[in-house]
């Protein structure tokens, strides 16, 4: 976790990065060549300073740079933030695992043209109509948005603007826009973009998305809490105080936000956690409950932080909402635990041989609170000593330690310490270990996957990389054993962003012969997904070297890549089908003439000649003959190249498709004398009855018969002078009759005597 002064530091560089590459982009566009540099640059630092923050927002709020949770200033990216503020976009939020062709994406969007932005709606319709994995882009509050001159337009006249900023709580009801996002992103969902009405309507749909983020287990309570003061900071606090009783409401009147916003949520969660317990069947499982709404009540404690306050009123909430007092002696309990500084926690935490349902959240809490603050040691210690259940013996390994080992490891991703590597040494080993109960070694098996696709995502490729070693190592034990359990979470070890990032590092470093085996090796693993994902970069790359590079790391994919290309065969787009067709050169297609013939026969004559260059290559058995099929329809810049391959083939099934091709067609400009030497370099008597029958063959051209005559005269089967003799013995009107006399006459002159 980076110091504030340090993240300042860099956040600010990234913006200015940032400014030039989007001048450049607004200049040019994200594909011109001159933003490319710029572009790269401006991702690196971006995604150097995500790892190390595991999340990074920055925008421009007030006239004031935003950074995280530091606002600064900083008159340098003036520019940057009057571009931004023109189109409506007020920040963007990076997650880990972006990869730069997202961060690409995000540029054009941001570089869309002022008035192409204003035609389509407004900044909320672009960002609603461009999704970007790892990306999120905030529109800009209403009294932040600029003209195309730079200016901010109030929605209201000037004197009513300023009596609004000197008495803010009289000002009319605004939807607070920024507060709503932060409430709604705390429950995982997204603002509704046509949101309206009056406080009443804001207040039914925020209750229940702050109910959420306390109940789910992917929910945000702290982030909901922000989101809830923020709401009261955008507009008066008031709205908000008719969701509590009449007389609360007097209580609350002159509260600040915050604490407004830590009573809503307590009452939220004390209203949820009565129904609850009150849903439960006599003969139910009120254990498991009470389990649950202990977990969402302290939950709610540490989002609003206010542990002493609640102790003081628990003994109220109790008599209130008829708490059970098992309920109540375990908030004490979780109160207590709060009130302990992390020092302590750890060493408590530290001297537990098992972790329990309880203990095992208040270690992911604790690992939470370590890790967002940057004491990475502490958090190694106490994620180490949790693995210390593989100490146990195999035999008796329970599934529980197991299955929440999963949480712990992606807890832990990012962090630059030695856990990663340790955990995937010991699970590496665990996953051979054959006393393992079926079950157990099917989630060290998920552990493994989760190890993978967590260190991935933080581009640490190497410890990804010993994961699937040994999964490999495992399935090759027994294939149809392990398919389900090590074979399954092979294709899981990757993100699809982290394929995508993948593919495109391989690309960058092309001449990095470790990388390359690194990438490949977790490509081939994750298996059709990667497959997919190799195939839209190639379709989407216009640089050559670079579709050569990811052509070969198709060349890896085996049955996975051959399925993927054959299906893209008959696409309507012809560079689809030419990269398909070299990948199945690439993959050693075992139908490869099957598959590659009707593509010599393709309306594009690029697509015809990738499949003439794979044929080339191929050395199949063959292959001469379905390239002599295809020379009627070869695009004429193919044909000579074609006829020469198989002059140098001399191939005997390459006959018929040959003769066919001369036989059939008069036109005197094609090459078929070239076919016709073709035939002639070909050894053998059939080869010869060919050119006997193109000798007299009245359809063929003429310079193709002459080719078959010179061809003929300079064989030595045996009876091909006694056949020569006949023919020549035919019809004068026949102009070759007359050509092969005078052609056997010159032979026998020069014979010695």
């Not at 300042?8 to 607004?26: E, I, N, P, S, W």
């Not at 001159?34 to 709020?61: C, W």
């Not at 461009?130 to 004197?159: H, L, S």
């Not at 299906?567 to 598959?595: F, I, M, S």
Request: aromatic share 6%; hydrophobic share 40%.
């Amino acid at each position: 976790m980076l110091q504030q002064n340090e993240l300042k530091f860099r956040g600010l560089r990234y913006l200015k990065t940032l400014q030039v590459v989007f001048r450049m982009a607004t200049m040019f566009s994200v594909d011109h060549l001159s933003v490319a540099g710029p572009m790269q640059q401006s991702f690196d630092v971006l995604n150097a300073l995500i790892k190390e923050t595991r999340q990074l927002t920055v925008g421009f709020v007030d006239n004031r740079v935003m950074i995280n949770n530091i606002l600064t200033t900083d008159a340098g990216l003036s520019q940057l933030e009057n571009e931004l503020l023109k189109r409506g976009i007020g920040g963007l939020s990076f997650e880990p695992g972006i990869t730069l062709g997202g961060y690409k994406h995000a540029i054009g969007v941001l570089a869309t043209p002022v008035k192409e932005v204003e035609e389509l709606g407004g900044a909320t319709v672009l960002i609603a109509a461009n999704p970007i994995e790892g990306v999120k882009i905030f529109p800009a509050g209403k009294n932040q948005a600029r003209t195309e001159d730079g200016d901010t337009i109030i929605e209201t006249d000037a004197q009513s603007f300023l009596r609004a900023k000197q008495y803010e709580e009289q000002r009319p009801f605004q939807i607070p826009t920024a507060g709503l996002e932060l409430v709604f992103a705390s429950a995982g969902m997204e603002r509704p973009a046509d949101m309206r009405g009056g406080p009443d309507d804001i207040l039914r749909m925020v209750a229940p998305t702050v109910e959420a983020a306390l109940v789910g287990e992917s929910g945000d309570p702290q982030r909901s809490y922000m989101g809830l003061a923020r709401m009261m900071q955008e507009v008066s606090p008031s709205f908000i105080l008719n969701f509590f009783p009449p007389e609360k409401q007097k209580e609350l009147a002159d509260k600040p936000p915050q604490e407004i916003a830590s009573e809503f949520m307590e009452e939220t969660a004390m209203r949820w956690a009565s129904k609850r317990l009150a849903s439960v069947p006599q003969d139910g499982d009120a254990l498991v409950v009470e389990e649950d709404v202990v977990r969402v009540l302290v939950r709610t404690l540490q989002a609003t932080q206010m542990a002493e306050k609640l102790a003081e009123r628990l003994a109220h909430y109790v008599k209130e909402y008829t708490l059970p007092k098992s309920v109540y002696e375990r908030l004490q309990n979780e109160l207590n635990w709060t009130a302990t500084p992390n020092k302590q926690k750890v060493e408590k935490l530290l001297r537990l041989k098992r972790f329990g349902g309880l203990e095992f959240r208040r270690l992911m809490d604790l690992l939470k609170d370590l890790v967002a603050h940057g004491k990475s040691e502490e958090a190694t210690a106490l994620a180490k000593h949790y693995f210390n259940f593989l100490d146990e013996p195999p035999e008796g390994a329970q599934p529980e330690p197991f299955s929440r080992a999963t949480e712990v490891l992606r807890m832990m991703a990012g962090v630059r310490t030695d856990f990663g590597a340790v955990a995937a040494e010991r699970l590496a080993k665990a996953v051979l270990d054959e006393r393992y109960p079926d079950f157990v070694h099917y989630q060290i098996a998920n552990c493994l996957s989760t190890l993978s696709k967590a260190m991935a995502t933080f581009e640490d490729f190497e410890l990804a990389q010993q994961a699937g070693l040994a999964l490999e190592k495992s399935l090759g034990r027994d294939r149809a054993k392990h398919a389900q359990c090590c074979g399954a979470a092979m294709n899981n070890l990757l993100a699809p962003n982290s394929m995508e990032r993948i593919l495109e590092l391989m690309v960058i470093k092309r001449d990095d012969p470790v990388l390359a085996k690194l990438g490949t090796s977790l490509l081939r693993w994750a298996g059709p997904a990667a497959v997919e994902k190799t195939f839209q970069r190639l379709e989407e790359e216009p640089n050559a070297s670079a579709r050569m590079v990811l052509v070969r790391i198709m060349g890896s994919m085996g049955e996975n890549g051959i399925e993927v290309a054959r299906q893209r065969l008959d696409h309507t787009r012809w560079y689809v089908v030419r990269n398909a067709c070299q990948v199945l050169g690439e993959l050693k297609d075992p139908l490869l003439l099957e598959h590659i013939g009707p593509l010599l026969r393709h309306s594009d004559h690029r697509v015809q000649q990738s499949a003439f260059n794979v044929l080339r290559k191929s050395r199949l058995p063959n292959r001469g003959k379905v390239l002599a099929e295809a020379l009627p329809e070869l695009h004429a810049h193919l044909l000579e190249q074609a006829l020469e391959e198989l002059a140098f083939f001399k191939d005997p099934e390459a006959l018929p498709g040959l003769e066919r091709f001369v036989a059939g067609d008069g036109d005197p400009k094609k090459p078929l004398d070239k076919a016709v030497f073709a035939i002639a370099n070909t050894p053998g008597g059939a080869a010869t009855e060919a050119l006997l029958r193109l000798l007299a063959e009245p359809r063929a051209a003429e310079h193709a018969r002459r080719a078959a005559l010179h061809g003929l005269m300079r064989r030595k089967d045996g009876g091909v002078r006694a056949q020569l003799d006949r023919f020549a013995a035919g019809s004068d009107a026949d102009p070759m009759v007359n050509e092969t006399r005078q052609a056997l006459a010159r032979a026998d002159a020069t014979k010695p005597a």
